[in-house]
C-alpha cells in the first residue's frame, strides 16, 4: 500500500508536490556537473547561517559578515563528503558567535548583550531563543514584479539566488540549510524558464508557487521537530524517526531502521542547532549512506541516488513508501518498528498513541502473577485507541460538513476561547482560522487520506500553540496538553473544558458592539474577523452561556451589517440597529 507518499524520511511532510518533484529533477539535470559541492556553495551556506541568526540584518550586511567568516570557512573546503564535519564546522560556528560579540552595533541591533556574557554552548542556546519565524520580513516570492526579477537576473544571476537565499533564510531561520539551497537552485532554474516565457506573471504563479509553499509548509515541519527534540526527551525524538523510517521503509531489517533512526535524531539536532555547514555535510552523508544501502532500503529511491547532491536528499524526502510487506507475527520486542510495519497507513502520532498504551501495559502485567494473560487484551486496547483516534477526525469532519467553513470558524472561536480565555481575540483568530483551514483541506478526502491529513496537520497547528505558551503561558490546562504528552496532544486539547480560573476584566456590551459605517466598505474576511472578535469577547464574559446564545447575536450582528449596508441612510441605521443588539447581548451577560 503506497500511502503518505510525502511522510518523509528525514523532514516527514503531507504536501502534495509532484510539480516540486518534477522542478527538482528537471533543476538536477543541470547541476549533474557539479563535483563538489561544498566548496562551490561555502559563501551560500555560510549567508544560510548568518541571515537565520541575524534576520535584522540587511542584504549587504550579511554578505559583508559572510566575507570576514569565509577565511576561516576555507579550511572547511578541504572536507570531503565522507569526513566528520564536526571540528571545522563546530569551530566556525564559535567564531561566527565570537564575531557578532565583538561587534557592539551588531549586539545593539539585536539585543543579544546577555548571551554574548556567557561562555561556548550555554551562549549558543542563548543565540537560538532569539530566532523568530516570520516576523513579518519581506518575500521574495512578492517582491519585485517578474518583470524586474528577469532584469536583475540578466544583470546578475547570482545576485537574484543570492537574495532568495537572504530573504528565505530569515523569514524562516528554522527552515534547514539543505532545503533552502536547493529551493534556491530550483528557483534559479523556474526564474530562467519564465523569463523566455511571454507571460512572465502566469508563469511565476506555475512554477515559483510550488517552491513558495513547500517552503512554508517545510519549515513549519522543520520548527515542530526542533520543538520536539527541546521539550521531549531523546526517546520520542527518536521513536519519531523510528515511526517514519519504518513506514518508508518497510523492507528494512530492524537493525538498519534503529541505526539511521539514531543517525537522523542526531541530524535533525544538528540542524536545529543552526549549523549549516555541519547540517549540509551531515545530510550529504547520510544520503550517501542511504544510496549504498537502496537494495535492502526501498527501491522507491533508485531514480534519486542517480541525481547529484543536493537533490538527490529532497529527492528522497518525497519518494514514496515501499511496498507492504506480509507479517505474519507480532514479536513483543521491538513492538514500534513492527506495528508500524504491519499499519503504515496509521498517523504517526496514532501509532505513538499505541506504544504509549503498550508500554504502560507492560508496566503493569510484567508485575503480575500471570503477565501473558494480562496482555492477551493487548490488541483489544491498541484497536480502542485507533478507533477513538479515528472517530474524533470522523466526528470533526461530520461537523465541519454541517455547518460549513464560516459557522465551523465560529464554533471553534467558541471552543477555544473557552480553552484559552488569555490569548487575544486576534490570536484565537488566526489559532481557529488554521485549525477551520485544515478542516476545509482535509475532511473532503477518502477517509484513511483524511485521518492521515487532519492529525498531521493537528500537530502542526497545536505545535505553534505550545511555542506561544512556551513563550508566554496561556493557563494550567494548555501547559498541561503541551507538556504532558506528544503523542496525546491533540486527544488533551479535544477534551480541554473552559478555563474556571480565568477572570476576565469586566466589558459592558457598548464596549463589546460596535457597529460603523465602515464595515459596509470592508471585504468579506474583514467582517469576518470582526464578527468573531464580537464572539471571542461574548465567550470571554460568560463562558458557561449556551452555543444558542452566542449564536443568536452573531446572526443579528451579521443582518444589522448587511442590512445597515443597503440602506440608504447606512451611518443612521447603524446607531438605531446597534442599540437593540446591544439590549439582545445585555440579557446574555446579564446573568454574568
Do not use: W
Not at 533552502?180 to 512572465?200: D, P
Request: charged share 25%; hydrophobic share 35%; with cysteine.
Amino acid at each position: 500500500m503506497k500511502t503518505g507518499r510525502l511522510i518523509s524520511l528525514l523532514f516527514f511532510s503531507y504536501i502534495k508536490c509532484q510539480t516540486l518533484q518534477r522542478t527538482l529533477l528537471d533543476t538536477a539535470m543541470q547541476h549533474t556537473g557539479s563535483q563538489n559541492y561544498l566548496e562551490e556553495n561555502l559563501r551560500d551556506i555560510i549567508s544560510t547561517m548568518v541571515a537565520q541568526f541575524l534576520q535584522k540584518l540587511t542584504y549587504e550586511e550579511v554578505q559583508t559578515t559572510v566575507k570576514e567568516l569565509l577565511d576561516f570557512a576555507e579550511k572547511c573546503k578541504s572536507l570531503k563528503m565522507h569526513e566528520s564535519p564536526s571540528e571545522c564546522s563546530y569551530q566556525l560556528m564559535t567564531t561566527f558567535l565570537e564575531h557578532i560579540c565583538n561587534n557592539q552595533g551588531m549586539v545593539d541591533k539585536h539585543v543579544f548583550s546577555n548571551c554574548c556574557n556567557l561562555n561556548n554552548t550555554a551562549r549558543h542556546k542563548c543565540f537560538l531563543l532569539y530566532k523568530k519565524d516570520d516576523e513579518g520580513h519581506s518575500d521574495i516570492f512578492q517582491i519585485p514584479s517578474p518583470e524586474q526579477i528577469c532584469e536583475m537576473d540578466k544583470e546578475n544571476q547570482l545576485s537574484v539566488r543570492g537574495r532568495f537565499i537572504y530573504e528565505t533564510s530569515r523569514k524562516h531561520p528554522f527552515l534547514y540549510g539543505p532545503t533552502i539551497l536547493t529551493m534556491s537552485a530550483c528557483y534559479e532554474t523556474a526564474i530562467q524558464s519564465c523569463c523566455q516565457e511571454e507571460n512572465k506573471t502566469e508563469c511565476f504563479q506555475i512554477k515559483v508557487e510550488p517552491i513558495r509553499k513547500y517552503i512554508r509548509e517545510i519549515s513549519l515541519r522543520h520548527h515542530h521537530l526542533c520543538d520536539i527534540g527541546i521539550k521531549f526527551n531523546h526517546k520520542v525524538a527518536k521513536s519519531v524517526e523510528l515511526v517514519l523510517l519504518t513506514k518508508k521503509q518497510l523492507k528494512a531489517n530492524f537493525s538498519e531502521i534503529a541505526k539511521l533512526a539514531v543517525d537522523i535524531k542526531n541530524l535533525h539536532q544538528t540542524c536545529c542547532e543552526g549549523n549549516t555547514v555541519a547540517c549540509v555535510l551531515g545530510r550529504s552523508q547520510l544520503m550517501n549512506y542511504i544510496c549504498s544501502r537502496q537494495a535492502i532500503l526501498s527501491s522507491k529511491i533508485i531514480p534519486c541516488c542517480a541525481l547529484p547532491v543536493p537533490f538527490r536528499g529532497e529527492c528522497i524526502i518525497n519518494s514514496e513508501n515501499d511496498d507492504k510487506p506480509d507479517l505474519s507475527s507480532l514479536p513483543l520486542s521491538r513492538f514500534l518498528y513492527e506495528y508500524s510495519r504491519r499499519l503504515p497507513e496509521l498517523p504517526l502520532l496514532v501509532i505513538l498513541r499505541v506504544v504509549t498504551v503498550y508500554q504502560n501495559l507492560l508496566g503493569k502485567c510484567c508485575k503480575l502473577e500471570d503477565p501473558l494473560e494480562c496482555y492477551s487484551h493487548g490488541k483489544e486496547m491498541f484497536q480502542r485507541v485507533v478507533l477513538e483516534s479515528h472517530e474524533r477526525v470522523k466526528n470533526y469532519c461530520g461537523l465541519h460538513e454541517k455547518l460549513g467553513d464560516n459557522n465551523f470558524h465560529d464554533r471553534l472561536m467558541v471552543l477555544y476561547t473557552k480553552k484559552a480565555p488569555q490569548l487575544s481575540a486576534q490570536e484565537l483568530i488566526m489559532f481557529t482560522k488554521n485549525m477551520a483551514a485544515a478542516a476545509t483541506r482535509c475532511c473532503p478526502l477518502s477517509h484513511e487520506q483524511q485521518f492521515l491529513c487532519m492529525e498531521d496537520t493537528a500537530k502542526l497547528i497545536l505545535g505553534a500553540l505550545c511555542r506561544r505558551h512556551e513563550a508566554e503561558p496561556i493557563n494550567v490546562g494548555v501547559g498541561h496538553c503541551c507538556d504532558d504528552s506528544y503523542a496525546f496532544r491533540k486527544p488533551c486539547f479535544d477534551d480541554l473544558q473552559v478555563d474556571g480560573t480565568y477572570i476576565s476584566p469586566l466589558l459592558s456590551c457598548d464596549q463589546i458592539i460596535s457597529l460603523k459605517e465602515g464595515l459596509c466598505k470592508a471585504q468579506e474576511e474583514e467582517i469576518q474577523t470582526e464578527k468573531q472578535k464580537l464572539l471571542s469577547n461574548l465567550v470571554k464574559q460568560k463562558p458557561y452561556a449556551t452555543e444558542m446564545q452566542f449564536q443568536s447575536i452573531i446572526v443579528n450582528f451579521t443582518h444589522l451589517v448587511k442590512m445597515c449596508c443597503q440602506a440608504e441612510k447606512s451611518e443612521m441605521c447603524f446607531q438605531k440597529e446597534e442599540s437593540k443588539l446591544i439590549e439582545k447581548c445585555q440579557s446574555v451577560l446579564g446573568g454574568k
